[in-house]
Nanobody, 122 residues
Framework: QVQLVESGGGLVQAGGSLRLSCAASFSGFSINAMGWYRQAPGKQRELVATITSPSRTNYADFVKGRFTISRDNAKNTVYLQMNSLKPEDTAVYYC????????????????WGQGTQVTVSS
């Protein structure tokens, strides 16, 4: 019923840029916030950035000034523009969305994409 499909990961040199996309497809749900998290090997998953509807953004301190999150509500798609990438940004990046069923308007639930690998070489 709910599917999040990410794209745009890859290998880039330090100082380079990548743009991640995540398209949400669903039926019978209402969508609220969308965002990006990441998980490096041996570390816990951590928040990178979120965006609500309307577009209020929140960033982790370690990406402020380098990453920009945006959203196309008509396409239910969230983007993450990543500039000035560093080797420590290497991780699997996961798309996240908060949705709830229209029929019940119950509490929002978290949904996750499958993840996309971002590797930054030094």
């Amino acid at each position: 019923q709910v599917q999040l499909v990410e794209s745009g990961g890859g290998l880039v040199q330090a100082g380079g840029s990548l743009r991640l996309s995540c398209a949400a497809s669903f039926s019978g749900f209402s969508i609220n916030a969308m965002g990006w998290y990441r998980q490096a090997p041996g570390k816990q998953r951590e928040l990178v950035a979120t965006i609500t509807s309307p577009s209020r953004t929140n960033y982790a301190d370690f990406v402020k000034g380098r990453f920009t999150i945006s959203r196309d509500n008509a396409k239910n798609t969230v983007y993450l523009q990543m500039n000035s990438l560093k080797p420590e940004d290497t991780a699997v990046y996961y798309c996240n969305a908060l949705l709830r069923p229209l029929a019940t308007l119950s509490a929002y639930s978290n949904y996750w994409g499958q993840g996309t690998q971002v590797t930054v070489s030094s």
